[in-house]
Protein backbone atom coordinates (compact mmCIF):
# COMPACT_ATOMS: atom_id res chain seq x y z
CA UNK A 1 0.00 0.00 0.00
CA UNK A 2 1.60 3.32 -1.13
CA UNK A 3 1.53 6.58 1.35
CA UNK A 4 -1.49 8.21 -0.98
CA UNK A 5 -3.92 4.69 -0.24
CA UNK A 6 -2.64 5.16 3.66
CA UNK A 7 -3.95 8.75 3.72
CA UNK A 8 -6.82 8.36 1.60
CA UNK A 9 -10.18 9.67 3.31
CA UNK A 10 -13.28 7.37 4.59
CA UNK A 11 -15.64 6.86 1.90
CA UNK A 12 -18.22 8.53 3.64
CA UNK A 13 -15.43 11.98 3.89
CA UNK A 14 -14.35 11.13 -0.18
CA UNK A 15 -18.28 11.06 -1.11
CA UNK A 16 -18.61 14.58 0.65
CA UNK A 17 -15.40 16.00 -0.87
CA UNK A 18 -16.54 14.75 -4.39
CA UNK A 19 -17.29 18.39 -6.60
CA UNK A 20 -17.78 19.30 -10.22
CA UNK A 21 -18.19 16.50 -12.59
CA UNK A 22 -17.49 12.47 -11.64
CA UNK A 23 -17.53 9.05 -13.81
CA UNK A 24 -17.85 5.78 -11.58
CA UNK A 25 -17.17 2.53 -13.82
CA UNK A 26 -18.96 -0.81 -12.91
CA UNK A 27 -16.21 -3.29 -13.98
CA UNK A 28 -15.85 -6.84 -13.49
CA UNK A 29 -12.33 -6.84 -12.29
CA UNK A 30 -10.85 -3.70 -10.49
CA UNK A 31 -7.15 -5.05 -10.51
CA UNK A 32 -7.49 -5.51 -14.14
CA UNK A 33 -8.55 -2.44 -14.79
CA UNK A 34 -6.51 -0.80 -12.72
CA UNK A 35 -3.63 -2.29 -14.11
CA UNK A 36 -5.17 -1.13 -17.54
CA UNK A 37 -5.31 2.38 -16.36
CA UNK A 38 -2.24 2.47 -14.81
CA UNK A 39 -0.08 0.55 -17.81
CA UNK A 40 -2.33 2.21 -20.44
CA UNK A 41 -3.19 5.43 -19.28
CA UNK A 42 -0.17 6.52 -17.22
CA UNK A 43 -2.76 7.07 -14.21
CA UNK A 44 -1.95 6.87 -10.55
CA UNK A 45 -3.88 4.51 -8.10
CA UNK A 46 -5.25 7.00 -5.51
CA UNK A 47 -6.72 3.94 -3.37
CA UNK A 48 -7.38 0.39 -4.38
CA UNK A 49 -8.69 -3.07 -3.74
CA UNK A 50 -10.26 -5.88 -5.16
CA UNK A 51 -13.86 -4.32 -4.94
CA UNK A 52 -13.16 -0.34 -5.54
CA UNK A 53 -10.46 2.11 -7.28
CA UNK A 54 -9.91 6.00 -7.44
CA UNK A 55 -7.53 6.63 -10.40
CA UNK A 56 -6.07 10.09 -11.19
CA UNK A 57 -4.25 11.57 -14.00
CA UNK A 58 -1.92 14.21 -13.63
CA UNK A 59 -0.09 16.85 -15.80
CA UNK A 60 2.68 18.40 -14.13
CA UNK A 61 1.64 17.30 -10.58
CA UNK A 62 -1.81 18.43 -11.20
CA UNK A 63 -5.00 16.24 -10.84
CA UNK A 64 -6.55 16.49 -14.28
CA UNK A 65 -8.70 13.96 -14.15
CA UNK A 66 -10.24 11.49 -11.20
CA UNK A 67 -12.44 8.17 -11.30
CA UNK A 68 -13.82 5.66 -9.76
CA UNK A 69 -13.54 1.70 -10.20
CA UNK A 70 -15.87 -0.22 -9.18
CA UNK A 71 -16.92 -4.07 -8.93
CA UNK A 72 -20.36 -5.27 -9.56
CA UNK A 73 -20.32 -6.39 -5.68
CA UNK A 74 -20.13 -3.02 -5.04
CA UNK A 75 -23.14 -1.88 -6.53
CA UNK A 76 -25.73 -4.80 -4.85
CA UNK A 77 -28.65 -2.40 -4.70
CA UNK A 78 -27.55 0.41 -7.63
CA UNK A 79 -30.22 0.93 -10.37
CA UNK A 80 -27.86 0.28 -13.06
CA UNK A 81 -27.05 -3.57 -12.38
CA UNK A 82 -30.45 -4.54 -14.34
CA UNK A 83 -29.50 -2.56 -17.44
CA UNK A 84 -26.20 -4.75 -17.89
CA UNK A 85 -26.60 -8.41 -19.44
CA UNK A 86 -23.06 -10.74 -18.39
CA UNK A 87 -21.02 -10.78 -21.22
CA UNK A 88 -22.41 -7.77 -22.81
CA UNK A 89 -19.95 -4.26 -23.15
CA UNK A 90 -19.91 -2.20 -19.93
CA UNK A 91 -21.12 1.24 -21.90
CA UNK A 92 -24.66 1.17 -20.08
CA UNK A 93 -22.60 0.12 -16.62
CA UNK A 94 -21.01 4.06 -16.54
CA UNK A 95 -22.57 6.55 -14.49
CA UNK A 96 -21.60 10.50 -15.25
CA UNK A 97 -22.04 12.27 -11.97
CA UNK A 98 -22.63 15.60 -11.45
CA UNK A 99 -21.54 17.16 -7.69
CA UNK A 100 -23.47 19.88 -6.09
CA UNK A 101 -26.87 19.66 -8.31
CA UNK A 102 -30.02 19.32 -5.95
CA UNK A 103 -31.22 15.73 -6.62
CA UNK A 104 -34.97 16.41 -5.72
CA UNK A 105 -35.09 19.20 -7.98
CA UNK A 106 -33.88 17.41 -10.81
CA UNK A 107 -36.12 14.81 -10.79
CA UNK A 108 -38.84 17.37 -10.49
CA UNK A 109 -37.55 18.64 -14.09
CA UNK A 110 -37.13 15.58 -15.34
CA UNK A 111 -40.84 13.90 -14.47
CA UNK A 112 -41.83 17.10 -16.25
CA UNK A 113 -39.90 16.54 -19.17
CA UNK A 114 -40.71 13.16 -19.37
CA UNK A 115 -37.22 11.56 -18.81
CA UNK A 116 -36.91 7.95 -16.90
CA UNK A 117 -35.90 8.93 -13.38
CA UNK A 118 -34.04 5.63 -12.32
CA UNK A 119 -33.60 6.19 -8.61
CA UNK A 120 -35.97 8.63 -6.67
CA UNK A 121 -33.32 10.82 -4.46
CA UNK A 122 -32.11 9.32 -1.55
CA UNK A 123 -29.52 9.78 1.07
CA UNK A 124 -26.30 7.17 0.85
CA UNK A 125 -24.15 5.62 3.01
CA UNK A 126 -21.30 7.53 1.30
CA UNK A 127 -22.40 11.17 3.00
CA UNK A 128 -24.74 12.35 -1.00
CA UNK A 129 -28.58 12.73 -1.15
CA UNK A 130 -28.53 11.43 -5.47
CA UNK A 131 -30.67 10.43 -7.74
CA UNK A 132 -30.47 8.83 -10.90
CA UNK A 133 -31.69 9.77 -14.61
CA UNK A 134 -31.47 8.83 -17.74
CA UNK A 135 -30.96 11.09 -20.96
CA UNK A 136 -32.10 10.91 -24.03
CA UNK A 137 -29.63 8.35 -25.25
CA UNK A 138 -29.96 6.74 -22.29
CA UNK A 139 -27.22 7.91 -20.04
CA UNK A 140 -27.69 7.77 -16.46
CA UNK A 141 -26.71 10.67 -14.82
CA UNK A 142 -26.34 10.93 -10.52
CA UNK A 143 -27.13 14.21 -9.28
CA UNK A 144 -26.10 14.81 -5.97
CA UNK A 145 -25.29 17.14 -3.00
CA UNK A 146 -23.11 16.33 -0.13
CA UNK A 147 -24.95 15.45 2.84
CA UNK A 148 -24.54 17.33 6.43
CA UNK A 149 -21.84 15.81 8.28
CA UNK A 150 -23.30 13.19 11.19
CA UNK A 151 -22.49 14.78 15.01
Not at 53 to 78: C, F, I, K, P
Request: hydrophobic share 40%.
Amino acid sequence: MSEAQRDFPSGEDYGRSLKGFGINLLVRDVPRTVAFARDILLAETATADKDFAVMRHRVNGQVLAEWMLHADGTYHSNPLLGLIADGQPRGAGAELRLYHLDPDAAVIRAKRLDYVVLAEPADKPHGMREAYILDPDGYCWVVSLPLAKKG
